[in-house]
């Protein structure tokens, strides 16, 4: 029986032969950016790879997403999952965004599916997955970013999906249930990070689509007729900057509003404005006394001007915990890779994930990896080191999957008997669901 030592070298051996198929799936990915519950060309590309590769998929999961399977031959053993993420953002000015859709790939999901198929590559080397026990769940996930909260609330009241992002719709569709551990690599351009990075955790939020309601007037002969929408929105943006030093320092409090709509045509007194917000903070708790503060900031705005506002607030993403037994596999494979010297440890993040909603239920580690440049979520965000970005990212989780499922899949199954999950999947889906309401309020 080969030594996992040997077994990584082979895994890394082919990832690099494969190397420039690997990277070609990632630029071909950035070339075609949609963004989430609509990314049909990125899932026709995996599936098309996992054809060539003779893997067993099934597609079409959550809308777009797909689910591959490598089975190991030396027995049975736990699940390992590893994840990708199809979608984009829509940002305007990138250089590779949709000139249609001003879809673009700011966050580096390009990369990860990438990564997930240099995986799938590195373990499928002749050899490798024989000498391995259990599975490999191969998770190409739609729709992690959160945008576009009206359209994708439309998909939700037309009973297309529940939740609106894609690793909540996993959960709730049972794509996880045989999944014993999980994990994905981020891109990251912030240099704190070094080459590879691992640890920290990362906000919760909830979200709100906000339509406040007035009455249409002639904006220059009868403004006095109308109530204006645009007012009321203003005035409860400035009740929510308002209470911004109310929020402790400690609970990461990050609320950022826009408006979506700001009225029909400037010669009418507003009457349908509407706007998007998150509500993040460290813990559910910090989530819960913010978003009270925001709906009680929309009130007000709706009763300065005598108009009506609807707030309907939707399940976000849960904080995310660590598993610092699986975290610990992957930094010995990480700095085998690139030296101690180029792997950090990340603190607490105010970002959001709804890879925080997986951690709930079994153990989901935090990795990132450098080779990106830019401001993420920005203009200007790119991968620029595809060696590092996308085919070290590979081999440090590919190396991760050797070392859970080799020798019987002990150190694996070790993980998972120790983990103890924060709460069922009964328990999570009810927490979710708790936090859905849809209010009018009248001025």
């Known amino acids: 029986m080969p030594s996992n030592d040997d077994l990584k070298k082979l895994v890394c051996a082919e990832i690099d032969r494969r190397g420039q198929e690997i990277i070609r799936v990632a630029q071909t990915i950035l070339e075609h950016p949609e963004p989430g519950f609509r990314e049909q060309k990125t899932a026709r590309l995996v599936a098309d790879q996992f054809r060539a590769l003779n893997i067993p998929f099934r597609e079409g999961i959550a809308l777009t997403g797909l689910k591959g399977m490598l089975q190991g031959g030396a027995g049975?053993?736990?699940?390992?999952?590893?994840?990708?993420?199809?979608?984009?953002?829509?940002?305007?000015?990138?250089?590779?965004?949709?000139?249609?859709?001003?879809?673009?790939?700011?966050?580096?999901?390009?990369?990860?599916?990438?990564?997930?198929?240099?995986?799938?590559?590195?373990?499928?080397?002749?050899?490798?997955?024989?000498?391995?026990?259990?599975?490999?769940?191969?998770?190409?996930?739609?729709?992690?970013?959160?945008?576009?909260?009206?359209?994708?609330?439309?998909?939700?009241?037309?009973?297309?999906?529940?939740?609106?992002?894609?690793?909540?719709?996993?959960i709730r569709l049972g794509e996880l249930d045989d999944v014993d551990m999980a994990m994905l690599t981020h891109a990251t351009s912030n240099p704190v990070d070094r080459k590879l990075s691992y640890g920290g955790t990362n906000n919760g939020m909830v979200a709100k689509w906000v339509q406040f309601v007035g009455r249409a007037a002639h904006a220059g002969a009868r403004p006095q007729d109308g109530i204006n929408a645009l007012n009321a929105a203003m005035i409860a943006l400035s009740a929510i900057h308002a209470q911004r030093e109310t929020y402790k320092d400690e609970d990461y409090v990050r609320i950022h509003p826009i408006i979506t709509r700001g009225g029909a045509a400037v010669s009418s007194v507003p009457a349908d404005v509407r706007m998007e917000t998150f509500v993040r903070g460290k813990s559910l708790e910090a989530v819960r006394d913010a978003?009270?503060?925001?709906?009680?900031?929309?009130?007000?705005?709706?009763?300065?001007?005598?108009?009506?506002?609807?707030?309907?607030?939707?399940?976000?993403?849960?904080?995310?915990?660590?598993?610092?037994?699986?975290?610990?596999?992957?930094?010995?494979?990480a700095a085998a890779l690139v030296g101690e010297d180029q792997v950090a440890v990340r603190g607490h993040g105010s970002a959001s994930s709804d890879e925080g909603d997986v951690s709930l239920l079994m153990p989901v580690p935090?990795?990132?990896v450098g080779g990106a440049s830019g401001i993420g979520h920005g203009a200007d965000f790119l991968i620029h080191d595809y060696e590092l970005g996308v085919l070290t990212a590979a081999k440090a989780m590919a190396m991760t999957v050797v070392d859970l499922l080799a020798d019987g899949a002990a150190v694996a199954q070790r993980i998972k008997e120790q983990h103890q999950p924060a709460m069922t999947k009964a328990e999570y889906l009810a927490l979710v669901r708790s936090f859905v309401s849809e209010r009018t309020y009248e001025g």
């Open 76 to 170: 049975p053993g736990p699940t390992v999952g590893v994840m990708g993420e199809l979608d984009s953002l829509i940002v305007l000015g990138h250089p590779k965004a949709d000139p249609e859709t001003n879809a673009a790939h700011a966050c580096g999901h390009h990369g990860q599916i990438g990564m997930l198929i240099g995986v799938a590559m590195g373990l499928g080397a002749p050899g490798v997955l024989s000498a391995l026990s259990g599975r490999v769940a191969l998770l190409a996930v739609p729709a992690e970013e959160y945008i576009e909260i009206e359209y994708r609330n439309e998909l939700r009241k037309a009973g297309k999906i529940e939740f609106l992002v894609g690793k909540q719709e996993f």
């Open 366 to 368: 935090q990795f990132s």
């Open 291 to 333: 978003t009270e503060k925001v709906d009680r900031a929309l009130r007000a705005g709706a009763m300065a001007v005598g108009g009506q506002v609807r707030v309907t607030t939707l399940p976000g993403y849960m904080p995310r915990r660590n598993d610092r037994a699986f975290e610990e596999v992957y930094r010995a494979n």
